[in-house]
């Protein structure tokens, strides 16, 4: 179940549900590793199942974005390949691949913190789902934790840059 006891972030009036404070903490855990940081969760029927963070160079794998892994986490642990009763939490909008693998994946429900206007492709560029020819539609909710995500991602670059 969704644990909605922890303390509110300072920048944000409510506490975040679990999953995606999990998410955000995987997204620092990626920075750490001196990958841009992202970080995603999957939920199935309100139990964690998987949770990633971005790692192309850790494992050496262009696609290795946190949605990729998390839902290859979250469908090799529930032994199935399609996560129609899944929720997908990410902090970042998701981008076209990822979109798609959401897609494939039937994943229910889709959350994410921060939008993406350079790479996104839910709300920006493609808009995967909204596309008549997309595989599939999950309910999509955003905007959760996005003040700490996007703080994420500016730390991340201003690090790089200086
Ligand atoms: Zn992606």
């Known amino acids: 179940m969704l644990d909605i006891t922890r303390k509110p972030m300072p920048s944000s009036r409510w506490p975040l549900p679990d999953p995606m404070r999990r998410a955000l903490d995987a997204a620092a855990e990626a920075a750490r590793t001196g990958a841009v940081p992202v970080g995603a969760v999957v939920v199935h029927r309100g139990r964690i199942v998987a949770t990633s963070y971005n790692a192309p160079p850790g494992h050496h794998d262009p696609s290795a974005h946190a949605e990729i892994l998390a839902i290859r986490a979250a469908a090799s642990a529930l032994g ?83």
């Open 80 to 162: 199935q390949d399609r996560l129609e009763d899944c929720d997908l939490w990410v902090t970042l909008e998701p981008c076209a691949m990822c979109a798609g693998a959401i897609a494939h994946a039937r994943i229910g429900r889709l959350y994410y913190a921060a939008a993406d206007p350079k790479g996104g492709a839910v709300e920006h560029g493609p808009r995967l789902f909204d596309q008549a020819t997309t595989l599939h539609r999950p309910e999509i909710y955003s905007g959760l934790g996005e003040d700490e995500a996007a703080g994420l991602l500016k730390d991340f670059f201003a690090r790089l840059r200086s």
